[in-house]
Nanobody, 123 residues
Framework: QVQLVESGGGLVQAGGSLRLSCADS????????MGWFRQAPGKEREFVAAISWSAGRTNYADSVKGRFTISRDKAKNTVYLQMNSLKPEDTALYFC????????????????WGQGTQVTVSS
């Protein structure tokens, strides 16, 4: 059974950086895609970035293009989200997810979810 565990969140000033990690603590990833989503208080969960597990091809939300980078390490069964030039509007609970639909930005296409890690960006 896939079990995703996120880490790396925290409090950072605007313009700073954080790197989130998502590890499958049970077994190697078998899903085609790994994605990052975020949810701010009072808002719907939104897509951030996704990566294909095999080829490493990526997809990003327009709001994070050029600032965030998603990557994966097959040997460590881990997916990363490097976040640079952070803005207060990036403040949210960030979730890692695994799915089978290539490059999808829809939360409904991801069937396994972590518990989330909080990212807070102060102005």
């Amino acid at each position: 059974q896939v079990q995703l565990v996120e880490s790396g969140g925290g409090l950072v000033q605007a313009g700073g950086s954080l790197r989130l990690s998502c590890a499958d603590s049970r077994r190697a990833f078998t899903s085609n895609m790994m994605g990052w989503f975020r949810q701010a208080p009072g808002k719907e969960r939104e897509f951030v970035a996704a990566i294909s597990w095999s080829a490493g091809r990526t997809n990003y939300a327009d709001s994070v293009k050029g600032r965030f980078t998603i990557s994966r390490d097959k040997a460590k069964n881990t997916v990363y989200l490097q976040m640079n030039s952070l803005k207060p509007e990036d403040t949210a609970l960030y979730f890692c997810a695994a799915g089978v639909v290539y490059y999808s930005s829809r939360a409904s296409d991801y069937h396994y979810w972590g518990q989330g890690t909080q990212v807070t960006v102060s102005s």
